[in-house]
C-alpha cells in the first residue's frame, strides 16, 4: 500500500472535485498508405465495442483504420475508448512488464519499491497505488486482487511478456456494461497473440547485471490446432547501492484451435520471482548526503532486508462462435494460485525504535472464476438493434497476514485472517439504430459481493458481509459528421473495499474500536467527447469527463486497520492525438488535465494535475526503424492543505531497430533502448509523511524513490 503516516489518513486517496474546462478544438486522422496495406491481425475474441459488433448498426459510419490503431471513426462507443495493436507496443520499449499499459492515453507507470512488486498507476486524477479503480485482464483472467495483503485491487503486471501482446482494448469511465469492480477510472483487456510468424530466440544485455532471455514459437501440430510455447528468464541488479538482485522466471504454453466463426484457445501460465528492494528515503537525507557517518545517495537504501518473492500459476480457457446472423456466444474460465511475501520498511525506527519498523504482508490465495455472454441482433420497436448478456463470477479464498519483522524474521503478528470472497455479476445492454446518424446504448449491471473473515489473530474481527449494487448505463453516438462523431456517456459504477474492513470492529494496532465499512463503493460518472478525422492525416479526440465517489473508504494494509475519507469530485479533460503525416511517421500526442477536491475542499494527497506523452515512430526505413517517446508527470498535492508539492518529471525514452532478416533469418532484429535518454534526476513517487531513521528525530519529510538514471539495454532476436 502507499506509504503514509500510520492510522492516520488512506495511503491512496483517489477523488477529485469539479473545476472549469476549456473546450478545445479537434482535428482529425485518415489512415496513411502503410496502414492502409497493413496486414489485419488475427482475429481477436475477446469483448468488442458494440460498434465492432454490429454492423448493421454502423455499417453506414464506420470508417477503417489499420496499423497501430483500431481507433477510427466508427470503431468505440466513447471518445476514451480505443485498441492498441502490437504494431506499437513493438515500436516502444518499456522499461518494466507493467509499462504496456501507458499505451492507454492518460496513464503513467512508475515504481516506488523493487521491481518485482506491483507498480503505481495514474490515471484521470487518480492515485490509483497498485491498481484500484483500473480493472486490468490478462487473456481473460483478472489481475486485480481485492482484499490483498498490500493493497485493495493490488495489480503485478510483472508477469507479462510483452512480445506476447497482441492487442490491448482500454475504455475509461463506469459507462460499460462489462466491466465491473475496479473500473471506475478504467479498464483494460490485454490479449496474447495465438502463433508467432516464425520460431524465435531473444538475449537483452544491459547497464547494472540486467540479464534477459526470451524463447518463443507456435507450430500446428494437427490441422486447425496450434501450440505456442514461450519462456523467459530474467536477471537485473538495478542502480541501487543495494543490489536489487532480482531473478525472475516466467512461461507461457497455449492450444487454440478453429476460427473467427468458431472456436476455443487454452492457455497454462506460470511466474515465480524473487528481489532486494529500495524503498523511498527521506529526501533530507539525500540533500544533506550523508547518514551516520557516511555517504548517503539517492539510490541507498535505509533497510538492506526490504525485499519479496512472488508466484503466479494459472489455467484458462475460452471458447466462441459467431453465426452468420451478427449472435455471437462467449464462454471462459479460468483457475489461478497466487501467492506474495512482502518485506517493507516505510517508516525505519519510528514505531520500533529498537528493532525498525519492518513489517511482512503476506498473501496466498486460489482464485476460480468465469464468464457467459451472448449477443444478437434483432429489432427493437422496428429499429436496429443489438443486445447483449452476461454473467461473471469470481471466487476468491486467500490467507492473509500483517506480521512484525527484523531482517525478515517475524516478531509480532498484526493481523492473520482467513478471507473468502464471491462476486457475481450479470449484466445487459441494447443498441439502438435511432436514426442514420444517432446511436443508442443502454444497459444495466447488479454485482453482489458476499465476503466472510475469519480473524485467527483477533476474533473479534471475525464476520460476514454482503453488498449488492444496480449500476444503469446509457451512451448516445452522433455521425458522423464531415467524417467527425459526438459522445454522451454516463454511468454508475463501484469498487469493493477489502474485506477485512467489512468485519473489523477492534484497530489490531491500538485496540481502538473501528467502525465498518460497506463492501462496496458507488461511484457516478458523466463524459462529452469527440473524435474527428476532418484533416488528412490526423485523428484526434477530446473528452471532458466528470467523476464523483461516495467515500473511499480503504484498508491500510501497512497497519492492519481501516481508514474513511469524504465523498469527492473530479472533472477532467483529455486532448489525444494521431498524426501520420507519411506512411513512415507515426506522431502521438495525448495531454491530460484534472482538477479535483474532496468536498470539503481539501486536496487529494499524491493525485498529479496534469500528465502528457508525445512520441515519435519511424517506420520501414529500408531495414531501420525508431521511436522517441517523451514522458511527463506533473505536480501534484502531497499533503491535503496543499503546502507540499510533487515536482513534476520528464523524461525520454529511445529506441533504434534494425532488421537482420536477410542475414540471419525472419523476424530477426538487432535493437537499442536507451531510457531516461538525457539522464534527469527525476522521482518516480513522492511522498510526505512522518519517518525516523535510526539516530535522527522523527519528522514529517518528502520521501522520494528515483527514477532510473539513463540505461542503455542491447537485444538480439533471431528467427528460425
Known amino acids: 500500500m502507499t ?3 500510520r492510522r492516520a489518513r488512506p495511503c491512496r486517496l483517489p477523488l477529485l472535485r469539479p473545476a472549469a474546462l476549456a473546450v478545445v478544438a479537434l482535428f482529425g486522422h485518415a489512415a496513411s498508405t502503410h496502414a492502409q496495406t497493413a496486414a489485419p491481425s488475427p482475429p481477436q475474441t475477446e469483448a468488442v465495442t458494440v460498434a465492432q459488433a454490429a ?14 490503431y483500431d481507433n477510427a471513426v466508427g470503431s468505440s462507443d466513447a471518445a476514451s475508448q480505443g485498441s492498441i495493436r502490437a504494431e506499437l507496443i513493438k515500436a516502444r520499449p518499456a522499461l518494466r512488464p507493467g509499462e504496456v499499459l501507458e499505451f492507454v492515453p492518460g496513464m503513467i507507470v512508475t515504481q516506488h519499491s523493487g521491481d518485482g512488486k506491483a507498480n503505481q ?10 491498481g484500484t479503480d483500473f480493472a486490468t485482464n490478462v487473456g481473460g483472467m483478472p489481475v486485480n486482487m481485492p482484499s490483498h495483503a498490500h493493497g485493495q485491487g493490488y495489480t503485478d503486471l510483472n508477469f507479462l511478456i510483452p512480445e506476447l501482446v497482441q492487442r490491448i482494448d482500454y475504455r475509461k469511465g463506469p459507462y460499460f456494461a462489462r466491466s465491473s469492480d475496479f473500473s471506475s477510472a478504467g479498464a483494460a483487456d490485454i490479449s496474447y497473440r495465438r502463433s508467432f510468424d516464425a520460431p524465435f530466440a531473444q538475449i537483452t544485455l544491459g547497464q547494472d547485471g ?5 524463447l518463443g514459437g507456435s507450430t500446428e501440430t494437427t490441422p486447425g490446432l496450434t501450440l505456442l510455447g514461450a519462456i523467459e528468464l530474467m536477471q537485473n541488479n538495478g542502480p541501487w547501492a543495494v543490489p536489487e538482485g532480482l531473478r525472475r522466471v516466467n512461461g507461457v504454453l497455449s492450444a487454440s484451435a478453429g476460427t473467427a466463426a468458431q472456436g476455443w484457445t487454452a492457455s497454462l501460465m506460470g511466474y515465480d520471482a524473487h528481489w532486494t528492494s529500495t524503498d523511498q528515503v527521506p529526501q533530507r537525507l539525500i540533500d544533506a548526503g550523508s547518514y551516520n557517518g557516511r555517504p548517503f545517495g539517492r539510490f541507498d537504501s535505509l533497510d538492506p532486508s526490504d525485499g519479496g518473492n512472488t508466484s503466479r500459476y494459472s489455467l484458462s480457457g475460452e471458447w466462441h462462435r459467431n453465426t452468420d446472423d451478427g449472435s455471437r456466444t462467449l464462454v471462459s474460465a479460468y483457475a489461478m494460485r497466487y501467492r506474495l511475501q512482502l518485506w517493507s520498511n516505510f517508516t525505519y525506527a519510528l514505531d520500533r525504535p529498537v528493532e525498525g519498523d519492518q513489517f511482512l504482508q503476506r498473501d496466498s490465495r486460489s482464485v476460480i472464476g468465469g464468464a457467459v455472454s451472448h449477443a444478437l441482433n434483432h429489432t427493437l420497436a422496428g429499429l436496429p438493434a443489438r443486445s447483449e448478456f452476461g454473467v461473471q463470477l469470481r471466487h476468491d479464498s486467500i490467507r492473509v497476514g500483517l506480521f512484525d519483522t527484523e531482517s525478515r524474521k517475524i516478531s509480532a503478528t498484526t493481523r492473520d485472517d482467513d478471507v473468502t470472497e464471491t ?10 439504430e435511432l436514426t442514420p446518424w444517432l446511436r443508442s446504448i443502454v444497459g444495466l449491471r447488479a454485482d453482489q459481493l458476499r465476503t466472510k473473515v475469519d480473524a485467527l489473530s483477533l476474533a473479534a474481527n471475525s464476520g460476514a458481509a454482503r453488498g449488492t449494487q444496480v449500476s444503469p448505463k446509457l451512451s448516445l453516438i452522433a455521425g458522423p459528421f464531415q467524417k467527425t462523431e459526438f459522445f454522451v456517456n454516463a454511468g454508475r459504477g463501484l469498487h469493493s473495499n477489502d474485506a477485512r474492513g467489512t468485519t473489523i470492529t477492534t484497530d489490531p494496532k491500538t485496540g481502538a474500536a473501528v467502525d465498518k465499512v460497506p463492501p462496496l463503493v458507488a461511484s457516478r460518472g458523466f463524459e462529452l467527447g469527440a473524435r474527428t478525422e476532418i484533416i488528412p492525416s490526423l485523428q484526434s479526440s477530446i473528452a471532458l469527463w466528470k467523476l464523483d465517489f461516495d467515500s473511499e473508504l480503504v484498508y491500510i494494509g501497512d497497519a492492519g486497520a481501516t481508514a474513511a475519507s469524504a465523498a469527492s469530485r473530479r472533472k477532467g479533460v483529455e486532448f489525444n492525438n494521431r498524426w501520420t503525416p507519411l506512411p513512415w511517421l507515426l506522431v502521438d500526442a495525448d495531454l491530460a488535465w484534472t482538477h479535483g477536491r474532496f468536498v470539503n475542499g481539501d486536496r487529494i494527497p499524491n493525485a498529479v494535475d496534469r500528465v502528457a506523452s508525445v512520441g515519435v515512430s519511424l517506420r520501414d526505413l529500408g531495414p531501420w526503424s525508431a521511436s522517441l517517446q517523451w514522458r511527463y508527470l506533473g505536480a501534484g498535492a502531497l499533503i491535503e492543505d496543499n503546502s507540499m508539492r510533487s515536482v513534476p518529471s520528464l523524461t525520454a525514452n529511445l529506441r533504434i531497430s534494425r532488421s537482420l532478416q536477410p542475414l540471419l533469418g525472419r523476424d530477426s532484429a538487432l535493437t537499442l533502448d536507451a531510457f531516461n535518454l538525457f539522464n534527469r534526476r527525476v522521482n518516480d513517487i513522492q511522498y510526505f509523511y512522518g519517518s525516523q531513521p535510526r539516530g535522527l528525530a522523527a519528522m514529517d519529510d518528502r520521501h522520494v524513490h528515483p527514477a532510473e538514471p539513463r540505461t542503455l539495454r542491447l537485444s538480439l532476436r533471431v528467427g528460425f
Not at 55 to 68: K, M, W
Not at 121 to 130: E, V
Not at 423 to 432: E, H, I, T
Open 3 to 5: 506509504p503514509c503516516p
Open 55 to 68: 454492423p448493421n448498426i454502423t455499417a453506414t459510419s464506420r470508417v477503417e483504420v489499420l496499423g497501430h
Open 121 to 130: 498507476y495514474f490515471l484521470r486524477g487518480f492515485n490509483l497505488d497498485h
Open 210 to 214: 540486467y540479464r534477459r532471455g526470451l
Open 423 to 432: 462476486l457475481l455479476g450479470v449484466y445487459g445492454q441494447s443498441a439502438v
